[in-house]
């Protein structure tokens, strides 16, 4: 699994890509909070449209993300999910903690 980021007037843009499983999520999560404390965002965007496969390591991600920020009075959000990221996030419920939106085409 690759994390890629980009860091625009105080947007901070995480694109996961490949698969992330409880094998990468560890090695991901510190990777993407090194980047959160290198650029202190006002806001944090989970890409998540080149993620083919997630398990619920995904989920403990993505409220980790969203725990960071709410500590420092930002936002944070999951855009571009796919189907089966979908069917994991879904049925965890965390929609009700973060804001999730899915691609249409994907």
């Not at 995480?14 to 650029?39: N, P, Q, V």
């Not at 960071?68 to 929609?95: C, H, Y």
Request: glycine share 8%; charged share 25%; proline share 2%.
């Amino acid at each position: 699994m690759k994390v890629l980021s980009s860091y625009q007037e105080g947007r901070l843009t995480l694109y996961l890509k490949g698969e992330l499983d409880h094998h990468e999520a560890a090695a991901a999560l510190g990777k993407i909070s090194r980047t959160m404390d290198d650029y202190l965002p006002r806001d944090c965007v989970v890409d998540m449209e080149g993620l083919t496969f997630m398990d619920s390591s995904g989920i403990a991600l993505i409220l980790k993300i969203a725990r960071l920020m709410a500590e420092t009075g930002g936002r944070a959000w999951v855009e571009n999910v796919r189907n089966q990221p979908l069917k994991v996030i879904d049925a965890s419920g965390i929609d009700r903690v973060i804001n999730v939106s899915t691609k249409a085409s994907l």
